[in-house]
Every structure is written in structure tokens, then in C-alpha cells.
């Protein structure tokens, strides 16, 4: 039982926190259990009311798993089905709280399988009655040890699910409590000629929970800021290390930035923008003082994914390379890295905007690989100009007549100054470019064509700041991003 109840403690803290099996049934009982006898309970325990619940709980659990263990060497499964039996009134207490997601019903469903599992498995090695005791027959001795393991790893996994609750939680509550620092240098407002009037366009700034998403963590981490402290080191004279407290004195800038990710196809979706508000990580390199050859920054999450960014891009005071802790006004989400992460314009995510940072590292390339070029990707990589048509959406049918083909283009920290588009294989056509941002985010596009009936094929280019003609040559994500122009079809009824 204490197996079971641990493994389900630590699949709760893993992947849906309110619902540990105690708890849920724990619940459940104080919703059932009638007023007056909740009053005279917390008249009798004050305090200590949910103590005196979790022991009647103890003490229910303890004898339930008694008669199952009884039972079960009597008639195999009758225990297994006492337990499973517990689970499920486990399952349906945690679905019938208000706010049960999918997940919920998981920590009770493991409880279950892996008590009923544990009692079988125990069962099995009980050694038979005296007269019929044979040389192979197992042991007394052996039968307590699997036991006693059994119950000592149980209780193992349950103080692992509740350190782990405890430290989410503490993260939760830190999270909600901040107040991100007003920003001593404030990002111009968007102008409103940053968004074109095109139904369906993509919005200049992504919202948080629209904003593309890529990370190997298998979890979302949740990290107490309290606990949090980056480490600035390596090849430079004054190493040091920052605390949250130390962060938060410092004075904030704020800058709009598009990310994007090399694994992006083209037309793809892995991209999008947002107001960032961080301390340049610039003015951290000159406080640390980098010495001698070094020509790379070297950065580590709580969790030892690592990213390899040129020291140069992060030491130009052009670029803002940003140890971020905010995102569109609100402190960095859980999954966007809080308490803080990397954000540096131009470069491909791998490469730069490492979430959950706690470490900086000035290294040499010659000396330290990121987690992604180990597996093959590019050392270097800078994003890529590239343009989507994202209006009319692709396969849909659309009515003759006016019609806008529209979109987005970007070269981040280079800038667009041009989009073409065709039709069918007819000529290019100039597109309405809106203001930009600014040249680290990417640009709206539109062009008001007369659709004429039938099957269409729509073709996007862009021009960057710099009169380069984005290259129609297609090239893979892998090694160091996509290239060719995004080609939509369309029907026109
Ligand atoms: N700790 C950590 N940071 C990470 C990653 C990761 O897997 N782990 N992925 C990187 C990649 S590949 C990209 S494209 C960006 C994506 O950031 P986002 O998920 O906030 O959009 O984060 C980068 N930072
Ligand atoms: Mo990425």
C-alpha cells in the first residue's frame, strides 16, 4: 500500500499537482462529511483538523491494506480487488473536483495498479505453512525483505512527490506575488501602423499562450526564484554570481523581439514575437571583465540543457541580448523559462534563448558545444530571411473578386524592405509593407488581388534591409534552417 500510494504521491507532483491520491480522498471526505461533525471536529483539533483527517485516513488505509494482504493469500485477487476497488473511489474523487483536468485521475489509477501489483508480487514470495515448507520454498527472511523495500521505496517516492509539490508550489506563489520592475528604458509603443486591417492576419505581438513553444524539458520546470541565481564565469576577471533580489535592482529595458526556431519549415509556425523586459546581458559580460580570446558565451539551464551564442552578439551594444524575466507585462511564464531566460535578436532559439538559465559561461566554440550541435545542428546560426503567406489560409476555398493576400516577413536584426508576390507563374507584385516594430521583429505584408475562378497557386519573397532577395534555393531545417519561398494553393469559386 505504501508502494502504491508513493507512486502515485510522485506521478501527482510530476503531472497534476492537486491531485495525490490522499488528498483528492481527503477532499472528498470533508465535502461529505456533514457540518456539525466538521464543527465538532475542528472545535475538538482546531488546528490540527486536517492532521486528525489525514491520520483516520492513515488508519482506514492501514486496515484496508491488512484485510487486502489477508484476503489475497486466501483467495488470489480478492485482495488486488479490494485494492483497485480503493483506487477507483480514488479515480472518481479526484474527477469530481471542480477543477479536474484529464490528467487527474492518473495518481489514484497508478496507486491502484501498482498496489494491486505490489500485493501479488508480495503474496507470491510468502513462505507456505510449516508442513508443507519444501528446500526451494521461499523464505521467512526473504519475504520480509521484499517487504520492507517495498514499503521503504514507498515511502521514498512519497517524500520525493511532496518535496517536489512543496518546491512547485513555493514557485507558484513567488510568481503570482512579483511585480515586474518598472523598466528604466521602456520599449516605444507599437505604432498602429505596425498592423495592417486584414481579417485573419497574424497579430505584430503573439499573445503569451499563442506564442510557439519548443523545449526538451519533459516537464515544465517550476523554479522557487527565491532558490534561483545566475553565475557568470569562465574566461573573465571578475566572476560572479547574481541573485533574484540583485536582479531585480538592476535597471530593466524593454525590447520587442521575434523568436524563431530552426526547426521551422518554411510557412511554418514556429515563430513569433513579443515584448521582452531584461537586463542587457552586455553590461553583465563588462562587470564580469572577458579576457583573452574567448568568443563565445556558453549558457546552461537549471537542468543542464546548454546553448552556444558568439560572444559578439552579445557583447554589441546594438543588439539587445537579454537576460529576460519579462514577457508582454507579465513575469515570464513557467514555460518561457521563469524566473529568467535568454532572448537575443537574430539568432536561432538553440543558439541563444536558453529558458530556466542559471549559468553563463565565457568560453571558446573550440572548447564547449551546445546541447542541439551535439545532435548534429549548426554551430552557428543566424535566422534566416525568410516571409509567410498566412491570409488566405492555405486550401481554402475563397469568392472571386478583391481578396488580400497577406502576411509576415522577417530577418531579425537585419530587417525587411520589400515583399513580392505572385500568382500562378505571372509577374511579381510589390506588397503594402506596415511599419515595422523594429528590425529585430518581423514586418506585416499585404496585397489586394482580383481572384479570378479557379485553381490558384500564391508565392511570397521578401527583400531585406540590406537589398538582398530572399533565396528561392529550398534547403532543410537541419543543419542550420529552411530556406525557399513559401508557396500557398487557393481555390477561387
Ligand atoms: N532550457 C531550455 N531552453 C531552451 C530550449 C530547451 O529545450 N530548453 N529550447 C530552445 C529552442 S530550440 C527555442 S527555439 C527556444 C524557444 O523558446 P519558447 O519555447 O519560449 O518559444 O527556446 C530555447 N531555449
Ligand atoms: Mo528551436
Known sequence: MLLGLGAGGLVAAIAARAFSPLVVVGSAVIDLTPGAMKEAVIRVFGHGDKAFLFVVLAVVIAVLAVLAGVLEVRRPWLGRAIVLAGAALGVAAALSRADATPLAALPAAVTGVVGAWALAFLVRRMPPAEPLRAQTAPSRRSFLSWSVGAAALGLVATLGGQLATRAASAAANARAAFRLPRPAASAPPVPAAASLDVPGITPVITPNAKFYRTDVELVIPQLDPEQWSLRVHGMVEHPFTLSWAELNELPMEEHYITLACVSNEVGG????????????????????????????????????????????????PDRAALLAIGMNGEPLPFARGFPARLVVPGLYGYVSATKWVVDLKVTRFADEQGYWVT????????????????????????????????????????????????????????AELARAVNADTWVQWRWGWNATPGDHQLRVRATNADGVQQTSGVSDVLPDGATGWHTTEVTVA
Open 269 to 316: 509556425p514556429l515563430i513569433s514575437t513579443a515584448k521582452w523586459l531584461g537586463y542587457p546581458v552586455r553590461l553583465l559580460l563588462e562587470r564580469a571583465g572577458v579576457t583573452g580570446d574567448a568568443d563565445m558565451v556558453y549558457s546552461e539551464s537549471f537542468d543542464g540543457y546548454t546553448a552556444a551564442t558568439p560572444l559578439d552578439a552579445m557583447t554589441d
Open 375 to 430: 545532435q548534429g545542428w549548426a554551430e552557428k546560426a543566424p535566422v534566416k530571411q525568410s516571409s509567410r503567406i498566412d491570409v488566405p489560409r492555405p486550401g481554402r476555398t475563397i469568392t472571386a473578386g478583391h481578396q488580400w493576400i497577406a502576411g509576415v516577413a522577417w530577418q531579425q536584426h537585419v530587417g525587411i524592405s520589400k515583399v513580392e508576390v505572385q500568382v500562378d507563374d505571372g509577374p511579381w507584385h510589390e
